[in-house]
């Protein structure tokens, strides 16, 4: 019996670890006034992929961006607002409907421009109220969405080109037709499954007519091939039906990506750029029949260059000679073709699409790597748009500073570093460049703010920087006698250690190590790839156009993570699969991809995670896309990489590039998605999407700041997003859910005492968001509170009451603000504002009570409010401003006071006079000598003329007590001598004026025996309460 | 198609049409009744509100006035009145800020006040014959609660000489039956073309009607203003110059 007893408990403890709890969430229930917050930037914007202008109404355009989403103007260009959040934010197209254009858009998603960092798409959209609201309309497997046409007479039948998967065979490609509005759709042409359709142009004077080019193209993680027999360009005249090659003209072999463009203004006039089998043929090609005859016109560089990445011509709507060409830079001819000039403007590179306005042909836009330029003179000079936060960050990093800094690399924009807030808003002019090229991860050096590590594609270079200084050395460790030839990724892993501040790694195939900032390295792993020749061939890359850039780079060490509890355990994944792992710092090295069973072989490993709690735990993050594997594959290990299970399931629509385990709750995982950002409260048996200002974009790369308990994302399309405090996420359990009501624990409410000074609106300049500088009141509510008074209160630690706050009533998380002020003064009333009455001393730190009432129910919870430890100011400092200032706030009150005594003496005083016709009693009354010193006495207390801006009247002793009051509050610590002698000016002139109204009091009270001796009933009011 | 399976689509649609509409009515006049029904409702012919507005960490005491069409929303600080806005009937108007006087608001916004204020006491009251449209939209979480969710179109704006749509989105709270969201577009200005948000809670009753207490307007999912009433009066004698632009 006891040992079966004892075999009992011994499965009940085998049992429990696993015994998990599932919490399943709802996000829209649970998180509500949790938010995120976006911080950009958008100094170097990103990749815009395509522009679409509306027809006839020139402020409006719309941007669709490579990872941002969809953004629109309708000011000409001044200001943009992203109105495709909750979509995938890799655009294909953006397509108005010239029958509906204030209203009908329709969006293709999935970037045709495919490099080797490029996402994906999830089908197509339409929205029919100029994009507030978007539905999906099918066509969900096509990955890539090159271009929509649109009848121009029936907003049912549209078209839409498929260019299809990038990574593998596809039978999705080719030109779809709805004749629902997008209800269901048919495949009406389609070539082969490595061939797509990359452009679709229907004749704008005939529907029946269009023009699409198809792409034979490929790519994988190590090679990428454009061109074949496949590809050619069509023409349908019988609205999609049948379709035959154009080809009269064409080069002979092999052709790769074709463009194709139609002059608005005519028809037959077609312009193609033709990527060929030989050099000589590559060019631009006309035609003036429709496509029926075409010449080859021009060969020139811009025409020819990488046409898998620049591969678009438009045509201005009013000129069939003038043409643009996005390239390297911009391209422009106005004869046809036959001669070019640049445009580039000295701005970013890389363009990818234009536009022209509708009615004035020389104001023109452009899409670049860089974001959106405008140009008023046809091209020559360009204005960059500020407001595009399209930065696509691969990595982020944080500092120790206060406020902590970030740090990322950028695709084509460089490596930055930026404040995670600043007082007012975090500007463009905030960030800094640390890097060249494309940029990738930085890191601050743990203990000395002034140093970082940066590098570009390929680790072409690797920098140490000395902020300070503006001085950067090249540190990258170079290939030493006996060595290979050092491969590195395009995004190759360069970290900092947890455990030594000297420490960088660099992963080639190899692990390098330096304990010197990079200037001595050694290596302390052998090649940890799989080192597949064939997978090494990247010279080759790029089909009919040769294109290596190093983007294609494999059988690399891709990243490299020391465990944050022992220094000795070192893993590292490569982009061929590998999982590596040491615990013994490097010695000797264990490839644990062999117990992983249920991730498909050579699965890029694209992030390790080791535990917070627990040395042989880790997650992998295995991103299988370049497989043509779009699935989620997060794995888990408990001991150390000898076995694994998934802690994905279906709730993950799409591949994930990271993992964060929660620092202070090992159940909670947070998961980058290409798609947006997951989390699961239960180990990742549920997961629930995060939406609260975190769209749809990829995630590269999060990390989380220990001391500021914040989660920082690197979105590769938005910037970097914060969510500032995970406390309330940290205590969502079964128990908190079920209950009705609970506080939430936030971390400390500092009081804020920066100053902020006047800057002036920045329309048009991004601003990134700053934390709230208020204090938080968090709380969870399993119901939304609908019927009934539910209020919030704020009590001091003697029990007054101090504040009234409107409360949340969300069902989930409500966060209420409470800016620990006291109430405005009462301000005597007069002829204008005085700016002592919209200023307050702030509470001190201290504990306040939070107390809740919501109909018979009342939940109580402490507030800490606490100062900066880096403040300058001594609590003795504060404790003599806060005085003072009530002092003041006090002598405001009480002057607010007097002028209402004013008042009603002067008011009854009038009354009196107006109705006391006697001419004898008039005299002995001398009421019009009484009213003259009343005023007199008034026009000291208070202006009683002019206005609140040029008209001001001469400061009165309001205004005085007003304007001191406002200038000492303005400074935390004790006013300065001037200020504190002037309390003592301003409190005798109040004596004096105070003494002046107690003899009018005397006065009155005279008169008012005078009064009732004549028989007047009414009296001047000497006691301001007692009404006549 | 063959005629059976004609009649049997036609007969899915219009059952279908049937129970759409069904459940929008039934969702209406579950509202009515319980916010007082409708007869009570119609025969609101003005309102006073008092309460405070919570803006940018400051309060104002704030008076609410309603009578048909007119209407005046006042704040006051520093004992001096703050009109923002009132409408006669014909006219809004303001008090600048920096005079103090009252200034004439552009025509085109007095005829956005005036199809904002047309609806009084209730914009889903007759709403039919008012000319409006609604629509049930399907369900949605709202506040965290699941809703349904119901467009009103009324008659479109004309602004600037184009036509723009006038519609409200209400999410009806499906416990109660009551809105606790409301979303319309921005009809002009930078925001154009963005939903403003209104929050409703604190529902209560007052001289028969139920009322919400707590209106909150939000904006790109933050916090703008709040507004706590305290006091809601119904049919009190309001004197219709209360409403008239001053002069200058």
Redesign the interface.
């Known amino acids: 019996m006891r040992n079966i007893l004892n075999l009992f408990v011994l499965i009940i403890l085998a049992l429990k670890p696993t015994a998990q709890v599932s919490i399943p969430v709802?996000g829209?229930?649970?998180f509500?006034s949790l938010?995120a917050r976006q911080i950009g930037p958008a100094v170097m914007s990103g990749r815009v992929v395509d522009l679409e202008a509306h027809p006839t109404n020139s402020r409006i355009f719309y941007v669709g961006s490579a990872g941002g989403g969809v953004w629109?103007t309708?000011?000409g260009g001044i200001?943009f607002?992203p109105v495709f959040d909750k979509q995938v934010q890799c655009i294909g197209t953006v397509k108005i409907d010239s029958n509906d254009p204030d209203n009908t858009i329709w969006v293709g998603t999935g970037e045709t421009w495919t490099r080797n960092s490029v996402s994906i798409g999830d089908g197509i959209y339409k929205s029919t109220?100029?994009?507030?609201n978007w539905q999906k309309k099918g066509l969900e497997k096509s990955e890539r969405i090159s271009d929509i046409a649109i009848h121009p007479k029936n907003s049912k039948i549209v078209f839409a080109a498929v260019l299809g998967a990038l990574w593998g065979d596809s039978e999705e490609r080719g030109v779809y037709k709805t004749e629902d509005g997008g209800e269901t759709w048919n495949k009406i042409f389609y070539v082969n499954q490595t061939t797509g359709c990359s452009d679709l142009i229907m004749d704008p004077s005939n529907p029946e007519i269009m023009y699409a080019s198809f792409w034979e193209f490929r790519r994988n993680a190590y090679s990428f091939n454009s061109g074949g027999y496949n590809s050619a360009l069509y023409k349908t005249m019988d609205g999609g039906k049948s379709w035959s090659k154009i080809h009269n003209g064409f080069p002979a072999g092999k052709l790769g990506r074709i463009t194709v463009a139609v002059a608005p203004s005519n028809p037959n006039r077609l312009y193609t750029v033709i990527e060929s089998e030989k050099d000589i043929d590559k060019g631009l090609y006309r035609s003036d029949d429709a496509g029926q005859n075409w010449k080859k016109v021009n060969g020139d560089f811009e025409l020819v260059i990488r046409p898998f990445y620049f591969s678009r011509i438009v045509v201005d709507p009013k000129n069939p000679d003038v043409i643009v060409k996005a390239g390297l830079f911009g391209y422009m001819s106005k004869d046809g073709g036959n001669t070019f000039r640049s445009i580039q403007g000295g701005i970013h590179a890389d363009f990818h699409d234009f536009i022209f306005d509708p009615n004035n042909s020389d104001k023109m836009v452009v899409g670049t790597d860089g974001g959106v330029y405008r140009s008023w003179d046809g091209g020559t000079n360009w204005e960059m748009v500020k407001g595009l936060p399209l930065s696509q960050f691969y990595h982020v990093s944080v500092d120790n500073k206060n406020p902590y800094w970030v740090y990322g690399g950028l695709q084509d924009n460089g490596s930055w570093m930026g404040p995670s807030s600043k007082p007012g808003g975090i500007r463009n002019s905030d960030w800094k460049p640390v890097g060249y090229g494309d940029g990738f991860r930085v890191y601050p050096h743990p203990t000395d703010p002034n140093t970082i590590y940066s590098e570009m594609q390929g680790a072409e270079n690797i920098w140490r920087v000395n902020v300070s200084q503006s001085l950067a050395k090249t540190i990258k460790p170079y290939k030493e006698e006996g060595d290979p030839k050092l491969r590195f990724n395009w995004n190759a892993p360069l970290s900092n250690s947890l455990h030594s501040p000297d420490r960088v790694y660099v992963g080639s195939q190899f692990i390098h190590v330096s304990d010197d900032k990079g200037e001595t390295w050694r290596k302390i792993s052998p090649d940890l790839t799989t080192n597949d020749a064939k997978k090494q061939m990247q010279a080759q890359s790029g089909g009919l156009s040769a294109d290596n850039s190093g983007a294609e780079n494999h059988c690399t060490i891709f990243t490299i993570n020391e465990s944050p509890l022992d220094k000795n355990i070192i893993w590292a994944g490569t982009d061929d699969g590998n999982v590596q792992v040491t615990f013994d710092g490097g010695t000797t090295w264990t490839n644990v991809r062999k117990n992983v069973k249920e991730v498909p072989q050579n699965t890029w490993t694209y992030f390790i995670e080791p535990s917070n709690f627990d040395k042989n735990t880790a997650y992998v993050v295995f991103d299988g896309h370049t497989q043509n594997d779009m699935k989620p594959y997060v794995q888990k290990t408990t001991d150390g990489g000898k076995t694994w299970k998934s802690v994905v399931n279906s709730q993950i629509p799409v591949f994930v590039r990271s993992i964060k385990e929660d620092i202070n709750n090992p159940d909670i995982l947070y998961l980058g998605t290409e798609w947006g950002l997951y989390i699961s409260f239960d180990s990742g048996t549920n997961w629930t999407k995060f939406e609260?200002?975190v769209p749809s974009v990829a995630i590269h790369y999060m990390t989380i700041h220990k001391e500021e308990n914040s989660l920082i994302l690197a979105t590769h399309g938005r910037g970097i997003i914060i969510i500032d405090d995970l406390n309330p996420i940290q205590m969502i359990k079964s128990e908190i859910l079920e209950k009705d009501f609970s506080f939430v624990n936030v971390r400390p409410n500092i009081i804020n005492e920066t100053v902020i000074f006047q800057e002036f609106p920045h329309v048009g300049e991004y601003t990134g968001d700053i934390p709230t500088t208020?204090a938080r009141i968090v709380y969870y509510m399993n119901?939304?509170?609908?019927?009934?008074?539910?209020t919030l209160e704020i009590f001091d630690e003697s029990g007054n009451k101090i504040a009234?706050?409107?409360p949340g009533?969300?069902?989930?998380l409500n966060e209420v603000?409470w800016?620990y002020?006291h109430?405005?003064p009462k301000?005597?009333?007069?002829k204008?504002?005085?700016s002592g009455?919209?200023s307050a001393p702030k509470y001190p730190a201290g504990k306040y009570t939070v107390k809740i009432t919501k109909g018979n129910q009342v939940y109580e919870q402490d507030l800490v409010l606490k100062y900066s430890d880096q403040s300058v100011i001594s609590e003795t400092e504060r404790k003599i401003q806060y005085e003072k200032s009530m002092i003041l706030y006090k002598m405001s009150e009480q002057l607010?006071i007097e002028v209402e005594k004013m008042d009603l003496l002067l008011q009854t005083t009038e009354e009196i006079y107006n109705k006391t016709l006697d001419k004898k009693v008039q005299k002995k009354l001398n009421l019009s000598g009484y009213k003259k010193q009343l005023e007199e006495t008034k026009e000291k207390m208070v202006v009683l003329t002019g206005?609140?801006?040029v008209?001001q009247a001469e400061p009165r002793l309001r205004e005085k007590i007003s304007s001191l009051y406002s200038e000492i509050l303005s400074y935390p610590g004790v006013p300065s001598n001037a200020q504190l002698k002037n309390i003592e000016v301003l409190q005798k002139e109040f004596e004096q004026i105070k003494s002046e109204i107690e003899n009018h009091v005397l006065t009155a009270k005279a008169k008012n025996k005078l009064l009732k001796e004549n028989n007047i009933l009414n009296r001047i009011l000497s006691e301001p309460e007692a009404k006549p | 198609m063959k005629l059976k399976n004609f009649v049997f689509l036609f007969v899915l649609f219009f059952v279908n049409t049937v129970a759409q509409s069904q459940t929008l009515d039934e969702i209406l006049n579950k509202y009515f009744e319980n916010i007082g029904g409708r007869e009570a409702i119609s025969k609101v012919s003005s309102t006073k509100m008092t309460g405070k507005v919570n803006a940018q960490g400051m309060e104002f005491p704030t008076v609410m006035l309603s009578k048909g069409v007119k209407n005046k929303i006042s704040f006051s600080f520093q004992g001096m009145e703050f009109v923002q806005p009132c409408f006669d009937g014909e006219t809004g108007w303001q008090t600048n800020f920096m005079n103090m006087k009252a200034e004439k608001m552009e025509k085109e916004d007095s005829e956005l006040l005036k199809s904002q204020f047309e609806d009084f006491p209730d914009a889903f009251l007759k709403y039919k014959d008012k000319g409006y449209k609604a629509e049930l939209l399907g369900s949605e979480t709202a506040e965290g609660t699941d809703c349904f969710k119901v467009k009103l179109t009324k008659k479109p704006y004309i602004l600037s000489g184009v036509e723009e749509e006038n519609a409200t989105i209400y999410y009806f709270d499906k416990e109660n039956f009551v809105p606790i969201l409301t979303k319309s577009i921005i009809p002009k200005g930078p925001a154009k073309g963005k939903y403003q948000e209104t929050v409703m809670s604190d529902y209560q009753e007052s001289g028969g009607i139920v009322f919400p207490f707590s209106i909150t307007s939000k904006f790109d999912g933050q916090i703008a203003a709040s507004i706590s009433i305290e006091k809601i009066e119904i049919n009190v004698p309001i004197d219709d110059a209360v409403f008239i632009f001053p002069g200058e």
Request: proline share 2%.
């Open positions: 709802k829209d229930e649970v509500n938010r629109k309708i000011n200001t607002s109220d100029g994009g507030l609260n200002n208020q119901k939304r509170h609908t019927f009934g008074k539910m009234d706050l409107p009533k969300s069902k989930g603000l800016n002020t109430q405005m301000v005597a009333k007069g204008t504002l005085a009455g919209f607010a206005d609140n801006y008209g």
